[in-house]
């Protein structure tokens, strides 16, 4: 029996369902998940809160793409400002926007989780099957490096140049035009995102797919789930119809990321040891630009296609981060500097000259660093606390110097931070500056487009939320399949092993209802 996708638009009563399993959120976790749920038999029905799109709605505008599939309308951050947080809201979820950059989980994390949090069943010999099936699923190679841009050459000349690590990256696409508007949709279906793969294969096989419908409360008791409550929204408006949409499974899988699964959850009143929403990781991003002589046109080519993993391991007590290439469009790139006026022209003006180069920091390995929690706000809206530890201060200003020193090695006649008042380096004796400014919340920008835990896997029952096969601790019938498991920040981009551990779980939702 063939499925359906049915839009909040059409939906002109409310609507009750009854299926095997209800699946909540199509992002990496949830659309993997599906396909395998639906290949083995069983009757689906996935609740998404974002609206449906098809290539042909990719106009690769930013101010359509950011409401149109970006949570909050692409205005998400801590509860203190401090940290801009891009996350997906639409149908295959992050992978709609994300920059198809693809890891497999590190062996060293991989080690640690098992030292720390209990899951030995978690290595690389069990999960390299399930790695293999999502790579040949989503054609993950690595992009050459012939094809690279000027913005994520300048990050591998400036570290060759240096003698440090960088290689090209894999990435999850299939026909890509390397135009480098991979963060506003593919208007050509050529980034293998959940809503041109894995959904449709499920759907094929029988799935009924509700978008934009909020799921609001899990009703239960104590034990079991017995309904999904879920609001029909208003498309364009986030706000609530007079429609809902009741689902009444077996079995309940939560796909819905690190920020809206504990908020649900909560709003559940599903909490038993109090461990939802705490240990929130978001490998937090600080970004500089380098201004060169030579065109750039960072806005074009593969957004990420060039890593370094060169300070990934800092010692025992220090904080690791990695290196990435951004994508400077020009309303990200406007928003992002913290200047107005003459400064903005001028900036802009310069747009077509620029690189723009990340840092990103490994959270949750160092003893003591919990990363944040999320809560609700009385309004029912995440709230999102991200303390700026030293460790984190650290390494930030550590990450600036080295992004300082790939420019310059890249050729840059001019390096300048996102701090409140920026800095601007021209030379390896301006690197002292850096040495002295003001680092953490609000005296710079910070970002994050990768949101992992809040739903801690574990094998200690009063420390963690679910088990090692995704299971809910005391609700039999409730699994958590995406990055919200995710017991630590990875050092990695995390789709990929979203997709591994979501490909793991088939069977173990399969098996329990």
Same mark, same amino acid.
């Given at each position: ?12 009563a409310? +609507?009750v369902e009854t299926?095997d399993?209800?699946?909540?959120? &199509?992002? !990496?976790g949830?659309?993997?998940l599906?396909?395998g ?6 009757d *689906? *029905?996935?609740?998404?809160a974002?609206?449906?799109?098809? $290539?042909?709605?990719?106009?690769l505008h930013e101010e ?8 909050a309308?692409?205005?998400?951050a801590?509860d ?6 891009l ?6 979820g992050?992978t ?6 693809c890891?497999r989980?590190?062996d060293r ?5 098992a030292?720390h ?5 978690l290595t690389a010999a069990?999960?390299?099957p399930?790695?293999?099936a999502?790579e ?5 190679h690595a992009?050459p490096? #012939? ?6 050459r300048k990050?591998?000349?400036?570290c060759?140049k240096?003698g440090?690590?960088?290689? #090209? ?6 026909g890509?035009?390397?135009?480098g508007?991979?963060?506003m949709?593919?208007p050509v ?7 041109v793969?894995s959904i449709?294969?499920?759907v ?6 509700y ?15 017995a309904a +999904?409550?879920g *609001? ?12 809902a949409? =009741?689902?009444?499974?077996k079995?309940?899988?939560?796909c819905?990321?690190a920020i809206?699964n504990?908020?649900l959850l909560l ?6 040891n109090g $461990?939802?929403?705490?240990r =929130?990781?978001?490998?937090?991003v600080?970004?500089l630009?380098g ?7 960072p806005?074009y080519?593969?957004p ?6 060169h300070?990934i ?5 220090k ?5 990435e ?5 020009p309303?990200l =790139?406007?928003?992002a500097?913290?200047v107005f006026g003459?400064e903005?022209?001028?900036?802009? $003006?310069k747009?077509p000259n620029i ?5 990103l920091?490994?959270?949750g390995?160092l003893?003591?660093d919990?990363?944040g929690?999320v809560t609700?706000?009385?309004d029912?809206?995440p709230?999102i606390? /991200?303390?700026?530890r030293p460790?984190? *201060?650290?390494?930030? $200003?550590?990450?600036?110097?080295s992004? !300082?020193r790939v ?5 840059a006649?001019?390096v ?6 920026p800095?601007?380096i021209? &030379?390896?004796?301006d690197l002292?500056t850096?040495?002295k400014?003001? /680092?953490g919340?609000m005296e710079h920008?910070?970002f994050?487009?990768h ?5 801690a896997?574990?094998?200690?029952v009063e420390?963690s939320?679910?088990?090692?096969n995704?299971?809910?601790h005391t609700?039999?019938?409730l699994?958590v399949?995406d990055?919200?498991?995710? #017991? ?6 995390p789709s990929h092993?979203i /997709?591994?551990?979501a490909?793991? !779980?088939r069977?173990?939702v399969?098996g329990? +209802?």
């Amino acid at each position: 029996m063939k499925g359906r996708i049915t839009q909040g638009k059409d939906i002109t009563a409310d +609507v009750v369902e009854t299926c095997d399993v209800c699946i909540i959120g &199509s992002g !990496a976790g949830g659309g993997v998940l599906a396909a395998g749920l639906v290949a083995r038999g069983l009757d *689906v *029905v996935m609740l998404e809160a974002g609206g449906y799109h098809t $290539r042909r709605d990719f106009n690769l505008h930013e101010e359509t793409a950011f409401p149109m599939l970006y949570q909050a309308r692409g205005t998400r951050a801590t509860d203190d400002l401090a940290i801009s947080i891009l996350q997906g809201r639409s149908v295959g979820g992050g992978t709609t926007i994300n920059w198809t950059t693809c890891f497999r989980t590190p062996d060293r994390i991989l080690r640690h989780w098992a030292e720390h949090h209990g899951l030995e069943a978690l290595t690389a010999a069990t999960l390299d099957p399930h790695w293999e099936a999502m790579e040949a699923r989503l054609n993950i190679h690595a992009w050459p490096e #012939p094809l690279a841009n000027a913005n994520n050459r300048k990050l591998l000349d400036g570290c060759r140049k240096l003698g440090w690590e960088a290689a #090209p990256l894999r990435r999850n696409v299939k026909g890509c035009a390397n135009s480098g508007y991979c963060g506003m949709g593919c208007p050509v279906d050529g980034k293998q995102s959940q809503h041109v793969t894995s959904i449709p294969d499920a759907v094929d096989g029988g799935m009924r797919l509700y978008a934009d419908v909020e799921v609001r409360r899990l009703e239960h008791d104590g034990k079991r789930i017995a309904a +999904v409550h879920g *609001v029909v929204m208003e498309r364009g408006r986030d706000r609530d119809t007079a429609h809902a949409v =009741t689902v009444k499974p077996k079995v309940v899988a939560l796909c819905g990321g690190a920020i809206n699964n504990p908020v649900l959850l909560l709003r559940s009143e599903l909490n038993p040891n109090g $461990r939802v929403g705490l240990r =929130t990781f978001l490998h937090p991003v600080v970004a500089l630009a380098g201004i060169y002589e030579d065109e750039v046109a960072p806005y074009y080519g593969a957004p990420q296609s060039i890593g370094s993993h060169h300070f990934i391991d800092r010692g025992p007590d220090k904080m690791g981060y990695f290196l990435e290439a951004a994508p400077m469009h020009p309303m990200l =790139t406007a928003s992002a500097a913290g200047v107005f006026g003459a400064e903005l022209d001028e900036l802009m $003006r310069k747009l077509p000259n620029i690189s723009g180069l990340l840092a990103l920091h490994v959270d949750g390995l160092l003893p003591g660093d919990e990363g944040g929690t999320v809560t609700v706000r009385p309004d029912g809206r995440p709230g999102i606390a /991200y303390p700026v530890r030293p460790a984190l *201060v650290e390494a930030m $200003r550590e990450s600036h110097m080295s992004l !300082a020193r790939v420019h310059l090695a890249a050729g840059a006649k001019k390096v300048g931070t996102l701090h409140k008042r920026p800095l601007q380096i021209r &030379s390896e004796a301006d690197l002292a500056t850096l040495e002295k400014a003001p /680092y953490g919340a609000m005296e710079h920008a910070i970002f994050t487009a990768h949101q992992m835990g809040g739903c801690a896997m574990g094998s200690d029952v009063e420390n963690s939320v679910v088990d090692v096969n995704h299971r809910h601790h005391t609700v039999g019938n409730l699994f958590v399949v995406d990055g919200s498991v995710l #017991p630590t920040a990875l050092g990695v981009n995390p789709s990929h092993t979203i /997709y591994g551990l979501a490909h793991r !779980a088939r069977d173990l939702v399969a098996g329990a +209802v």
